[in-house]
């Protein structure tokens, strides 16, 4: 009977290892860049409350990024902020209709330049609820709610000093490109803790065999 129980125990963990994996984060995509380039960013928004929609996101731009433009979203306006120099340092998208429930994502492009310094770009997003409630995506990278990370490589040796110049056919938006890479982005992350679950739970299926034969 102790086999029986603990093979129960593995398959529920199975599945709790899965619903756990599977929470999907708000990502800021791509995940690498160049310095001094001109980069098309899109905001991954996956809705993971099971009763509310996410109604509003906000996400904050560090020094390590210049954003300028916003790609316009149906059914979502954005309104911008910034400093005393003019630059802009947040954006924030809210629903105007009920927004994306538990099994929807929201893609939201924009546009800007990659400091020439950078090592690395930290988005830090806020989503918002139609409840009230807020999730905070700031933490460390090994935190229970991290902030999106693009890491930011150096630029080529023979690169001009001109960036406008050396990358203005890059400035203007590639939407289904960028699109269709966060797609794929998110099911790749969607399926990967499926692998594990279903392995986690075949094993455990086989344990629970073992056990019940032995007893027979």
Known sequence: MKKVIASFVVMFAAFSLYTGIASAHVT??????????????TVRVPSENETV????????????????????????KYEIEKDSSGKITSVTWTAEDTGLSS?????????????DDATEIAFKAYQTYQDGSVVEWIGAPDSEKPASVTTVNPKPADASDDHHAATATNEEPKTEQANEEAVKETTSSSNAPLYVSIAALIAALLSLGISLKRRG
Request: proline share 8%.
């Open 103 to 115: 099994t929807e994502f929201g893609l939201f492009n924009m546009q800007g330049k990659v400091a």
């Open 53 to 76: 929609p996410t109604t509003q996101v906000k996400v904050e731009f560090p020094a390590d990024v210049n954003i300028s433009r916003f790609e316009p979203k149906s059914g979502w």
């Open 28 to 41: 800021v995509l791509p995940k690498e860049t160049t310095q001094g380039s001109y980069e098309m960013f």
